[in-house]
């Protein structure tokens, strides 16, 4: 058990899903709307994390040794774990810390244990690297795309760490043929690469891909940090992810003021848009814009606006556009602007979420809790606030800020819980990694539930944005486009049965899914009565169908992640249901029963007591995840995976 910080005391606490939990004490500062209140913690008094002696490996720490040690120096990104989609059923987290990429196992596998470095990587000319980008290809290679501050984008194979390739951005007088043809050799990329899947996209954007002579293949963008004190010439850039041949550049001719991106930029299959924001300098004249909207199938602009200076990632939730600017103005859009080239904002005035002398740089969160969508940003003085999205209006509800003279340093990660509450885990600068809890809705101050060190030395450390990662359980990935289980009448279902291994919380299923336009979706676990689904809904998610597009080739596994998870046990049969009203359809595995703890079964009418199996391919393609892990990295080359476990009565 690990020593709580501030009382010295050895306990648990009270946790998100269960009794359970490691404890940290000290006060949380509550700002509400503007009013200055310190509330006292569970956990009474408030003594110098330093005072505290070192603890041992325990709970929550899954590797023990439970910290990996990078061998890199400079800026830590937010580790991406690729266990939703890595084609090897292997699991890694990566992040990049200066000018190396680390990749750690976050479970054991034939290769290494859990917790080790299964590779790591370094740019040559030691230059920093942006966060990365880990992506399943629609080939079915997964690669990891990286910018550098060296103006070049690379691409490596994600199980080796071998390059694959890389291109020069720099912009160029004549051949571009190397340093002596660059216009500006201090150009570099700060923003992460974004990544269009084919497989996931429409006719359109694939049509645009076979007269580029890349039928089916996907493309990777990034958007430029032009030096030499250029903040009006950058472009986006898109390239061919097979071999990174150029697919179009918007403003090539820099005819369009664009200042550098520092953020990443938002992908919208439905629309074949991408959005990215500018940097723009406080200097740059008057109506330079900041917030583009690029159609992916060529770079034209569809329309654009001043939203101010952006430094942080552009957020596209819920048929909403969100940004942040530097000074803190919160601002939504409308994805598909004002049909006139320009913005349409959706709000009649900015929300305010900096502080005094404090800018807005990190990304936002957001969660669709009890009818609205709240958003949470972070700035530069570790100052978190919520702010709900009221339709035309926005109403800031609170402002936190650390205790025991730290800072909060991450952007917030958001869970839902049994209880239907909402929990925040945010990364501190002191080292640890804060739990708060909103248990009705987050419109009222949140409850500080405690925090665990990410290291178990306890270094006062900053913690980069934490990340929550599902751990697979029970799969059947093979895909037959020969079983194709079409729900076009009304009331028709389609369902798989299957028993978890482990007892705890399902918060993710993947299933081979595409809809025609008009159509509705929705999965649900229900309980299973004499083999087959009884009609008792333990968990519902409904997607719109602008997400589940045809597929352009072979069908992919699509993830659908429940609001509120459903809470399983080890052994007990459950069923995945899906309803559809519209025409979708479900691909199933091959002939046989390939995955023998459950079956796949239709219903024609959707009345209980209907289903009947669904013949010679006797199960779908899917995959159920757990959310049991959050994965963390800090400014010191830490990296560490916490049990914040989903299990029933186990510690969060």
């Not at 938002?266 to 740059?284: F, H, R, V």
């Not at 606006?305 to 000074?327: E, F, H, K, M, W």
């Not at 320009?342 to 809790?369: E, K, N, Q, T, Y």
């Not at 087959?532 to 809904?537: A, E, K, Q, R």
């Amino acid at each position: 058990m690990l020593r709580q910080r501030g009382s010295g005391r050895v306990g648990r606490l009270p946790s998100a899903f269960g009794a359970g939990g490691l404890a940290r004490g000290g006060l949380c500062v509550l700002v509400a709307l503007g009013v200055l209140a310190a509330t006292a913690s569970a956990v009474h008094g408030s003594p110098d994390p330093s005072s505290l002696p070192p603890v041992s490996c325990d709970e929550p720490y899954v590797w023990c040794s439970p910290i990996t040690q990078t061998t890199g120096s400079g800026p830590v990104s937010a580790p991406v774990p690729d266990t939703a989609f890595n084609p090897l059923g292997r699991s890694y987290s990566y992040v990049t810390e200066g000018a190396t990429l680390e990749v750690v196992r976050n479970v054991a596998d034939p290769t290494g244990s859990a917790g080790a470095v299964a590779w790591s990587w370094h740019t040559a000319t030691n230059a920093p690297l942006t966060a990365p980008t880990p992506v399943l290809l629609s080939g079915g290679r997964e690669v990891v795309f990286v910018g550098s501050s060296d103006g070049f984008l690379y691409e490596l194979d994600a199980a080796t760490g071998g390059q694959i390739g890389g291109v020069d951005t720099h912009r160029c007088v004549g051949a571009c043929a190397g340093p002596g043809d660059y216009m500006c050799a201090s150009d570099e990329l700060l923003a992460p690469p974004t990544v269009q899947l084919s497989g996931l996209s429409d006719r359109a954007f694939d049509h645009a891909l076979t007269r580029a002579h890349h039928s089916r293949d996907d493309v990777v963008y990034v958007a430029t940090a032009d030096g030499c004190s250029d903040t009006s010439r950058n472009r986006v850039l898109a390239f061919i992810a097979s071999d990174l041949t150029p697919f179009w550049i918007f403003n090539a001719d820099g005819a369009i003021s664009v200042d550098r991106s520092v953020g990443s930029c938002a992908l919208d299959y439905a629309s074949d848009t991408l959005y990215c924001g500018a940097d723009k300098q406080d200097s740059a004249p008057s109506g330079q814009r900041s917030l583009f909207a690029l159609d992916t199938t060529s770079g034209g602009v569809l329309w654009s606006t001043d939203a101010g200076s952006i430094a942080s990632g552009v957020l596209l939730t819920q048929g909403r556009l969100y940004v942040a600017n530097r000074p803190g103005a919160l601002m939504a859009f409308a994805p598909a602007g004002n049909g006139a080239g320009g913005a349409l904002a959706l709000w009649s005035g900015a929300a305010p979420v900096a502080g005094p002398g404090a800018v807005v740089a990190r990304d936002i969160a957001a969660a669709a809790f009890a009818g609205h969508v709240y958003l949470f940003t972070v700035d530069s003085a570790g100052l978190l606030t919520a702010v709900r999205d009221d339709g035309s209006s926005a109403s800031v509800r609170w402002h936190v800020t650390a205790d025991l003279g730290a800072h909060f340093s991450s952007t917030p990660l958001l869970v839902t819980g049994l209880d239907a509450g909402l929990y925040l885990y945010v990364g501190r600068d002191d080292g640890t990694i804060q739990q708060f809890h909103a248990p009705v809705t987050p419109d009222s101050s949140p409850t500080e539930e405690g925090a665990v060190w990410v290291t178990p030395d306890e270094l006062p450390t900053q913690v980069a944005g934490p990340a929550l990662d599902g751990e697979s359980d029970q799969l059947q990935s093979q895909i037959d486009k020969r079983a194709a289980f079409n729900l076009s009448t009304p009331g028709q279902q389609v369902a798989q049965t299957f028993r978890p291994s482990v007892s705890g919380l399902l918060s993710t299923v993947q299933l081979s899914v595409e809809c025609a336009s008009g159509s509705s979706f929705a999965v649900q676990i229900q309980r299973v009565t004499g083999g087959v689904p009884d009609g008792t809904d333990y968990a519902t998610v409904k997607v719109p169908v602008s997400t589940l597009p045809p597929f352009h080739g072979q069908p992919q596994l699509r993830s659908f992640t429940f609001p509120t998870p459903a809470r399983l046990t080890a052994g007990t049969p459950y069923a995945m249901v899906l309803i559809a009203d519209g025409s979708c359809t479900v691909y199933g595995g091959p002939a046989g029963n390939p995955y023998p703890r459950g079956n796949a079964f239709v219903n024609p009418t959707g009345e209980p007591g209907q289903w009947v199996s669904a013949g010679t391919h006797d199960d779908l393609a899917f995959e159920t995840q757990r959310i049991m892990r959050i994965v963390a990295a800090d400014d010191a080359g830490h990296i560490t995976r916490l049990a914040l476990a989903l299990q029933a009565n186990a510690p969060y």
